[in-house]
């Protein structure tokens, strides 16, 4: 916390980035969120595993059906419904008769067998009354393994059905604050990653410090991802470094006097934009980029307000935008501005003006598809989540319910977000999309996890 002292005029910030230190503990905790839904969701009926003749037990392959399940059931587009016996049944002898689930109103029926290390996966469309295959999948026996070649079968069986790609086998970013030793008052965070449903966590950065709002490097089309950019007090000052993710061993990317924090990457994969306060005082900047040689150039300033402190920036898809948070007019407020040219005069940059329902706005991120901005504002006593809606010019809350919900980011479908919560000492990481009513915790155990971010993915 003594680092921050520093900020004297940077108390935006400490709405976005104060929660993240000050507290810790573990909680098992699920909580659910109301939403408004944009869609209804499609019954799916997933049959157990038929284990013909393969090496392993029942009891491993329930815990891969349990994936598959989970995978299918968050999806956005499918409800898996509860199994009975009658259903089952009929499933150990192909589909059966159509008409059985015609009845039962099940849209999709999802069969998988097991043959030595093959799986097979087999999809029945009822309404379309058509079956289709996956490609079969070698099973390793070792489950962090084979979780992640199921969420891979979930992203085609979600692509087979609705011709879309699933967002099962991507991964998420985030945070881990704990304190060094029992009655030590020093805290260190590092950077995590896991798997989109909070599994095969990983460690990524190893420097006994303080580490802040990762983000990873968009990748080139068609290709994931290798890298990230994150913010270390390793030097004392908040300064951005760039990191693989293979070795998670930071090295400073902007060679720039003061402080500079919650940095963005366009998916053009050309610029940074960041808050440095440089000028004395926490102003947006932009900086060209290139993942291959970093920072090219020097960085510009592009948007600073008399006495008002800017934060959180967020690059519209195509990279011509920027969003952010500005105190300049009262209350923090999301506003965007047009990128501007090198050489552009302040004076001639104006922002627009996107929240308008709340004074106290914070975090916002851009939809991958461009049609929405998901922010954080304070309702009532609680942070929540809220959506900007490009199409409609309107604003809805998203979350409701007790506890601060903080810091979203979107998945690259931009149905699903990832977002961390911060209540009764605990800050765990919770999954939703705008097509359910539920909100799924998928982090737990020690330290509080914060900052998330979703990988994205370049068609």
Same mark, same amino acid.
């Given at each position: 916390?003594?680092?921050?002292?520093?900020?004297?005029?940077?108390?935006?910030?400490?709405?976005?980035?104060?929660?993240?230190?000050?507290?810790?503990?573990?909680?098992?905790?699920?909580?659910?969120?109301?939403?408004?839904?944009?869609?209804?969701?499609?019954?799916?009926? $997933? /049959? &157990?595993?038929?284990? !013909?003749?393969?090496?392993?037990?029942?009891?491993? #392959?329930?815990?891969?059906?349990?994936?598959?399940?989970?995978?299918?059931?968050?999806?956005?587009?499918?409800?898996?419904?509860?199994?009975?016996?009658?259903?089952?049944?009929?499933?150990?002898k192909g589909f059966g008769d159509i008409s059985f689930w015609i009845n039962k109103n099940i849209f999709f029926v999802v069969?998988?067998?097991?043959?030595?290390?093959?799986?097979?996966?087999? $999809? /029945? &469309?009822?309404?379309? !009354?058509?079956?289709?295959?996956?490609?079969?999948? #070698?099973?390793?026996?070792?489950l962090n393994e084979d979780r992640r070649l199921i969420h891979r079968v979930s992203d085609a069986i979600h692509k087979a059905f609705f011709g879309r790609e699933g967002i099962a086998s991507t991964r998420i970013l985030y945070t881990v604050r704990h304190q060094i030793g029992k009655d030590s008052s020093q805290w260190v965070a590092e950077v995590w990653e896991c798997d989109y449903d909070g599994a095969n966590t990983k460690q990524l950065t190893k420097e006994r410090s303080y580490c802040v709002t990762p983000i990873y490097l968009p990748p080139k089309p068609s290709y994931t991802t290798g890298g990230f950019i994150y913010i270390s007090y390793q030097m004392g000052q908040p300064k951005i470094y760039l990191a693989s993710l293979k070795d998670g061993v930071g090295r400073r990317l902007i060679s720039l006097r003061g402080n500079q924090l919650m940095p963005a990457?366009?998916?053009?994969?050309?610029?940074?934009?960041?808050?440095?306060?440089?000028?004395?005082?926490?102003?947006?900047?932009?900086?060209?980029?290139?993942?291959?040689?970093?920072?090219?150039?020097?960085?510009?300033?592009?948007?600073?307000?008399?006495?008002?402190?800017?934060?959180s920036p967020t690059f519209s898809p195509d990279g011509k935008q920027v969003a952010f948070v500005s105190n300049k007019d009262g209350s923090p407020k999301i506003y965007m501005i047009n990128v501007p040219a090198p050489g552009t005069s302040l004076k001639e940059i104006k922002a627009t003006l996107i929240s308008k329902r709340n004074r106290e706005n914070s975090a916002p991120i851009w939809s991958p598809d461009g049609t929405k901005i998901a922010y954080c504002a304070r309702s009532q006593q609680e942070r929540q989540i809220w959506i900007y809606d490009f199409n409609t010019k309107q604003e809805r809350q998203l979350t409701q319910g007790p506890g601060h919900k903080e810091n979203p980011s979107w998945a690259p479908d931009s149905l699903h977000l990832v977002y961390n919560t911060s209540d009764h000492d605990v800050s765990e990481l919770f999954l939703i999309n705008l097509n359910q009513e539920e909100a799924v915790q998928i982090s737990a155990g020690r330290g509080e996890k914060r900052f998330p971010n979703w990988e994205p993915r370049i068609r």
């Open positions: 916390m003594a680092y921050f002292l520093i900020l004297a005029r940077m108390s935006l910030l400490f709405v976005v980035l104060s929660r993240g230190f000050i507290y810790g503990q573990e909680s098992d905790e699920h909580l659910e969120v109301c939403l408004n839904t944009e869609s209804s969701l499609m019954p799916l009926y $997933l /049959l &157990d595993f038929q284990n !013909q003749s393969s090496q392993f037990s029942d009891a491993y #392959l329930q815990q891969l059906k349990q994936v598959l399940a989970f995978d299918l059931n968050y999806n956005g587009s499918t409800r898996v419904m509860k199994n009975d016996w009658e259903s089952d049944q009929l499933g150990t069969k998988g067998e097991l043959t030595q290390q093959a799986l097979n996966i087999s $999809l /029945l &469309d009822v309404h379309q !009354q058509t079956i289709k295959t996956t490609e079969p999948i #070698l099973l390793t026996g070792q990457v366009s998916l053009k994969r050309d610029k940074i934009a960041f808050i440095s306060d440089v000028t004395g005082n926490p102003d947006l900047f932009l900086q060209p980029f290139s993942p291959e040689t970093g920072a090219t150039g020097k960085p510009q300033q592009i948007f600073s307000a008399k006495q008002a402190t800017q934060g």
